[in-house]
């Protein structure tokens, strides 16, 4: 892969994003994965030293630092969560940077090789989470995600860095489309390799649909964007089959750029999909912080445009509904662009007007009447008529952490 100067030298802003996300998921998710009470292990897939020279944490120190809190629950189950660092090249200095982290360990050699061993083990046991962030793609096989699906570990999370561009022009050089890169796309790393094949990028795409938007492009049918996100929506509906509940955000230092990366996160598990909805959400919120509208630009969907956040909540409610059900709903069509609290705060002020919202209990322990949001704790049914009450309500329920 193309990588302009020393990777480790200075944490660029992209990184920053990406490694917030991770770092304000993970705690979190180690408080409620822990309460089932079996062994938990974070695996970093492609580590890296674990710190850049200007002194900023790497996802290895991101990730002791969350396994070192984890410990320290009031709770009997975190003695055993751990953290395992795969590292080929720089493994001696991912030792150094680690050393006297509690529950940590480096385990030196290729990604490859180690995920193997994790699909052969007879432990199964255990929760994983496994943060996949390659240089590349060609790392990348998709069979190795359905492969850890299919091993049946207890409960499994993956976080993906997705290269979509890099993807696209390497993918582009195979077919000889002679594929023409925006000159603002220019910058972008990407990888170029010899010995990649079109079977090869089938394998790491999961299927051959990323040649038809390729060629779609080529035919000047959608522009560059358009491409990529056709692309990472065929992705996701292939990670769609493995997994109940699939997100992906770009990774991006501003909204009218090409994404670096696309961070994709899957999950079994409402309340896992819910948090990284919110956590990026707010990464995406700090991209339009630096823009000078604060408004979504490149990435602005066209479902978004001309309705109100309550317009699109009162779009998903053809019946009365669960809250969380409802949320679950509007992640899937509108991704990180709304966070869970934005569609809890636009329903509650449209109560009593636009929505109707029943509780259960109906009143809080002083007897005051409720009005609690919160799903995990009590019953919220929300609907667009009269009063509603729980037995007008499909509760379907997800799985549960």
Known sequence: MAIKGDFFSVKREWSKLK???????????LAKITMNGYPTRIADCFAGKGAFDDGSEGSPLIIARRVEDAKSFPHPHNSDVKAVFIENKYAAELQGNIA???GCEVIPGEYETCVKSFLTSPIRDRNYFFY???????????HYFSGLRDANFQTLELLINLNTTGFLREGSRLLKLDLQVPDWADDLD???DGLNTTDRMNEIAGGDYWQEVLKSYKRDEIDF????????AGYLQRLDQLFAFTISVPIMERSHHMPKYRLVFATNHHSGFILMATEMNKAWQSVLSNEPDGQLTLFDDATLKGTSIQDRIMAEIASPSELRELLIRLIRKYGFYHSPADYKRAIKEGEGTLFSVTREPATTKTGR?????????????VGTGPRISKKSVNMKQPDLL
């Open 190 to 192: 990407y990888e170029k």
């Open 369 to 381: 009447l409720s009005t609690s949001m919160d799903y995990e704790t009590s019953t919220v049914l």
């Open 225 to 232: 964007h358009e491409a990529e996100e056709a692309f990472i």
């Open 132 to 142: 996949v962030d390659p240089y590349g793609v060609k790392s990348l096989d998709f």
């Open 19 to 29: 490694d917030q996300i991770l770092d304000h998921y993970l705690s979190p998710y």
């Open 100 to 102: 006297q982290k509690p």
